[in-house]
């Protein structure tokens, strides 16, 4: 794997792009990627001194750059796990599988925000969250399950209780240009249609930037639950607490995880676990159920292979960040 990256780097002469942009103190990247590298963790090829994001197309660059900042009012919009279904080809029902890690993924995040809005499971129906999307928040964090449309980019969708799913068709109808960012921890929400891609791909996370939206974080494939909440949960730490731009933020989460040894994944669940219990001076039940789910995910970091357990870039490279 890690070879392909070099010999891709060597195609593309990412070595002599970077020293040309280090001699002109650049080092916020952002990357409209042709035809099929649409498709391709490019952030990858680049050193960490480099903060990443991409843009669908050179036109929604400009549209994001003249529309109007939104209100700071600090509120999330958190769709959790929805209790989804889809009909196969023989019309029958199939279940999502579960998110083992949403339930601590959204429960942390919801705690650094001043106002948030939670649904959850078969709450999550299609009319409760084109509602709520409408209300003034200006964050909306999706744990769940998304797919891409090859034969109808525009049914690309995320999918919410039942047999319900927010598509993109949908998506664009909507006004939601009071969002700094939607984070979509799912399945293959970046993926984009390569028959269109010459002039501008149409996708999920297009899809948000043509209702207003000011920046995306997603997915290019589905990552495995565990590695996807400490990265999201670790970007969201550093972005609001640390002060970093969205695109430093991500890379930066990126790096951590990549490099993070059991030890350091330990000390970081018990970090979490402390600063639940110093913030309560008696636990609610949702408290004891984060701290124990916490320690039983330490517990596990025994069980595994290598001492750097999400190195690969299968855990951490799928992320990226679209906007500006």
């Not at 197309?57 to 958190?78: A, D, E, M």
């Not at 799913?165 to 109808?173: A, R």
């Not at 909507?174 to 390569?194: M, P, R």
Request: hydrophobic residues 40%; aromatic residues 10%; negative net charge.
């Amino acid at each position: 794997m890690f070879d392909r990256f070099e010999r891709l780097k060597e195609i593309l002469q990412v070595g002599a792009i970077e020293e040309k942009l280090a001699g002109d103190g650049i080092t916020n990247l952002i990357l409209i990627p042709h035809r099929d590298l649409h498709r391709f963790p490019i952030h990858v090829l680049f050193s960490g001194e480099f903060a990443i994001s991409y843009l669908p197309s050179f036109r929604v660059g400009i549209n994001l750059k003249q529309r109007f900042t939104p209100p700071s009012i600090n509120s999330i919009l958190s769709i959790e796990n929805p209790d989804s279904v889809i009909i196969d080809e023989k019309g029958q029902q199939k279940r999502f599988p579960p998110l083992p890690a949403a339930e601590i993924e959204s429960e942390i995040i919801c705690r650094m925000f001043a106002n948030s809005t939670r649904r959850a499971d078969t709450t999550a129906t299609l009319d409760e969250v084109t509602t709520l999307l409408q209300q003034q928040h200006n964050f909306f964090h999706f744990t769940g399950h998304g797919s891409y449309n090859f034969e109808n980019p525009l049914e690309s969708a995320l999918y919410l209780n039942h047999t319900d799913k927010l598509t993109v068709k949908e998506i664009i109808d909507l006004n939601l240009s009071n969002y700094k960012l939607i984070y979509l921890s799912a399945c293959e929400t970046a993926v984009t249609e390569k028959q269109t891609i010459l002039a501008e791909y149409v996708g999920l996370t297009s899809g948000f930037m043509r209702a207003g939206v000011g920046c995306a974080v997603s997915t290019l494939w589905p990552v495995e639950s565990g590695a996807s909440t400490l990265l999201t949960i670790d970007f969201y730490r550093r972005w609001l607490e640390g002060g970093d731009t969205i695109p430093a933020a991500l890379a930066n989460s990126q790096k951590w995880l990549r490099n993070a040894t059991r030890e350091d994944l330990a000390a970081w669940y018990q970090r979490e676990i402390d600063k639940i219990s110093e913030n309560s001076s008696k636990l609610s039940e949702v408290e004891i159920i984060l701290i124990d789910s916490l320690a039983t995910d330490r517990l596990a970091l025994a069980t595994m292979e290598f001492d750097r357990p999400y190195e690969h870039p299968y855990y951490w490279a799928a992320f990226t960040v679209t906007g500006i």
